[in-house]
């Protein structure tokens, strides 16, 4: 059961990496919207991503 405990902490732990990844990512496309089109859509693809990632999050927090 407690390694069960640690896997389950450690793909938290990835997670929310991801999450602040995929932050940081966003703010820069937000930042620099205005550059290409390109960036637009890619911000765009990453905040489905981000969103995901935290429902993810939401859902690992309700199992712990």
């Known amino acids: 059961m407690e390694d069960l405990i640690v896997k389950i902490s450690h793909i938290e732990e990835q997670i929310t990496l991801n999450i602040d990844l995929l932050e940081i990512a966003k703010g820069y496309c937000e ?8 960036i637009s859509t890619l ?20 199992i712990l």
């Not at 930042?31 to 390109?38: C, L, P, Y």
């Not at 911000?43 to 309700?62: H, K, N, P, V, Y």
């Open 31 to 38: 930042h620099n919207f205005d550059k290409a089109s390109e």
């Open 43 to 62: 911000g765009t693809i990453i905040g489905i991503i981000l969103d995901e990632q935290q429902r993810l999050a939401r859902s690992f927090d309700g």
